[in-house]
């Protein structure tokens, strides 16, 4: 019997969508499979490696010699190396061993299908399948109304790795503990949401995973795949979406990694100016290329596949969209237009948009994008990238530099707290307050908030009261909501012993609280996306620094009028106009005890008076507690 076994799982027509761009579920046919031929058990491997002369399975079953399972290349010219190998299986070590027809380079690589991979640092693949039996039939059903635009979308930003650890025993959480622990965290939190920033296996700790190899298997530092399936299962069952970050903007040069895959430049761009990036020292996919369009569509379709993720977060888009990011003059090439658009990476991402929603449109997608590139969430249809949101950048750092001022000055900076509304209906905007803002010396969100203890957590409170009265979905990185002091860091665990500390409890107790607001009042999300949804009562009160607005949802009973304070001086009689006469009540203060605020400002029941303020007939007198945020009600 031969050591190889001819076997192919490709059809004529899988050879054309793949060559064309257009294969979406390679996973299904590259990698390794466990399968029978001719009865007998074993595993089915198959690799695109176009510039090898030879290609050989290598693992714990041959003593890693190239010698004994070398496979078959397809006749027709597609560059796909497959074979049947007997009598191994589930557990096996293995990778190829690739000689190149370019100058005879040899490279050991790991399978880019790979389901399982090694643990770092060891850098092998491992056959595997699971039978995960999915529990979350209920879930999958009705997600469609928890992930649509005009529901609640408020997300938990997650790095496994740090969340929580096992101090005593020095190492992570499990999938299986986290299951239990994060779940019934967020679940408490109530976030509708939770992202797991890239858990797709990576080599280097300090990239955060943002440096993937294993492009199609959750990292081995947590656990087994089927143990992040049990992880996804048990969010759903608690009514709360997974959202994965994803990372199809650059890749590492690792030597088991895709570079120089075959000795050639097979996933990258060949020329440095479009396939290297200068900033992170990592291979740009070349996105021109139809067989690797087909792999990264097929990759991000796997995640909603096999996974069941709910939506994905598409990792540094700017990169991607432009020749000239992060590039000086003389470093990069225009295209055929004369423009600094990368034009085969925007038809890359349309394909991809419409890809996942075709197949999954009960999904979102959603682009972390910086620029003023326009129409990123509107439909590829109406000549648009295809999000479903983006994150609204400008908001983050315009509020972040807002809050960071002592309030005696921020009379003179209004503007730039209200500037986001000029623009917040452009896209889907998600307001993110992510990983990226409270590393590498920029402090935590809690350390960026001037003034003593209580101010700095009042200024807290009414920061993320802004954030989630402001139009748009919501973000929250791990520990920002109870006030990390220190910055993050991802070697070790969020410092939950500050629990025990009434200032920590209540900003914990405030972002719990307005997660509930946020999801039962529909005036917050039903238009979030929709200048509809949105109406100034004042932006210009500068010297007192008071701003006042309404947000709308679909019938007038809806609404809910928000005062923000941004001063620690107490307004009492502070009058603002009213969209129509009434009774109102306060439902909402982020001054209140429950939240460590002084609890001594509060508005009874309000009755309207028919006297002209701001440009309306009628009018109310309130008492505005010391940089806090009041909610009312008709």
């Known amino acids: ?14 050879i054309h969508l793949f060559k064309a761009g257009k294969h979406y579920k390679l996973y299904e046919k590259f990698g390794s499979h466990i399968t029978t031929v001719k009865g007998i058990e074993g595993t089915y491997f198959a690799v695109w490696a176009p510039s090898a002369k030879e290609v050989s399975v290598i693992g714990d079953f041959n003593f890693w010699n190239d010698s004994e399972h070398q496979l078959n290349v397809r006749w027709d010219s597609s560059g796909i190396w497959e074979g049947f190998i007997p009598h191994i299986g589930k557990g096996n070590v293995y990778k190829y061993k690739i000689k190149s027809s370019n100058n005879d380079i040899v490279t050991e690589k790991a399978d880019p299908y790979a389901r399982r991979c090694e643990h770092p640092p060891k850098t ?16 999958m059903k009705s997600r469609k109304k928890n992930n649509a635009l005009d529901a609640p979308y ?25 299951a239990t622990e994060l779940v019934d965290y967020v679940a408490d939190m109530n976030f509708t949401h939770v992202e797991f920033m ?21 990292t081995s530092r947590f656990g087994y795949p089927d143990e992040f399936k049990f992880l996804v299962d048990k969010f759903h069952e608690k009514g709360i979406g997974v959202i994965l970050d994803w990372v199809p903007s650059h890749f590492p040069s690792d030597a088991h990694g895709l570079g120089n895959f075959d000795g050639s430049s097979l996933y990258e761009h060949p020329d440095p100016r479009k396939g290297y990036h200068q900033d992170w020292k990592s291979l740009i996919f ?16 796997f995640w909603l596949d096999q996974y069941h993720a709910d939506g994905l977060r598409v990792d540094a888009v700017a990169s991607m969209l432009f020749l000239d990011y992060s590039r000086e003059d003389g470093e990069w090439e225009p295209n055929q237009y004369g423009g600094r658009e990368n034009l085969d990476a925007i038809s890359f991402i349309k394909e991809m948009n419409v890809a996942v929603y075709e197949n999954f449109p009960d999904v979102q997608t959603i682009a972390e994008e910086s620029t003023s590139f326009p129409k990123v969430s509107s439909p590829v249809f109406s000549d648009g990238l295809g999000f479903g949101m983006k994150w609204m950048m400008g908001w983050m750092h315009d509020s972040l530099d807002y809050f960071a001022k002592e309030p005696i000055y921020r009379k ?3 503007n730039e707290l209200t500037f986001s509304l000029n ?99 529909k005036a917050f999300h039903q238009k979030q996306f929709s200048y509809e949804g949105f109406e100034w009562i ?20 809806d609404s809910v009028i928000i005062i923000c304070n941004l001063t620690p001086i107490p307004r009492e009689n502070y009058r603002i106009g009213l969209p129509k006469s009434g009774t109102l009540k306060e439902v909402f203060n982020s001054d209140d005890a429950s939240f460590n605020g002084t609890g001594n400002y509060t508005n009874k029941k309000l009755k309207s008076e028919a006297k002209k303020w701001n440009a309306r007939e009628n009018s109310i007198e309130l008492n505005l507690p010391p940089l806090a945020m009041i909610a009312l009600k008709y």
Do not use: C
């Open 286 to 301: 070349n996105y021109g290329r139809n067989e690797v369009k087909s792999f990264l569509i097929s990759n991000a379709l």
């Open 198 to 218: 890239p858990i797709m296996e990576f080599p280097y700790d300090p990239s955060w995973g943002y440096q993937l190899t294993g492009y199609f298997a959750p």
């Open 538 to 557: 004042d932006h210009g009160d500068h010297e007192n620094s008071v701003i006042s607005y309404i947000r709308k949802g679909k019938t007038e009973k």
């Open 1 to 14: 019997m031969p050591k190889v076994i001819a076997h192919s799982l490709f059809s004529e027509f899988d």
């Open 154 to 178: 408020s997300v938990y930003e997650v790095h496994l790795g740090s969340w929580k650890q096992k101090i005593e025993e020095n190492r992570f959480l499990s999938y299986t503990e986290l």
């Open 124 to 139: 092998a693949s491992i056959i595997w399948e699971d039978n995960y039996s999915w529990k979350d039939k209920k879930w």
């Open 423 to 521: 623009y917040a209906f452009t896209e889907n905007f998600m307001l993110p307050l992510s990983h990226d803002e409270v590393v590498y010396g920029k402090k935590s969100i809690l350390d960026k908030m001037p003034g003593d203890e209580w101010q700095r957590f009042a200024n807290l409170r009414l920061l993320y009261s802004f954030m989630f009265t402001h139009p748009g979905a919501k973000l929250l990185f791990q520990g920002s909501e109870f006030g990390q002091v220190a910055e993050w860091n991802f070697q070790q665990s969020l410092d939950w012993h500050l629990l025990e500390y009434d200032v920590h409890k209540g900003a914990q107790n405030l972002v719990k609280a307005l997660n509930t607001f946020y999801k039962k009042e």
């Open 412 to 414: 003179h900076h209004q």
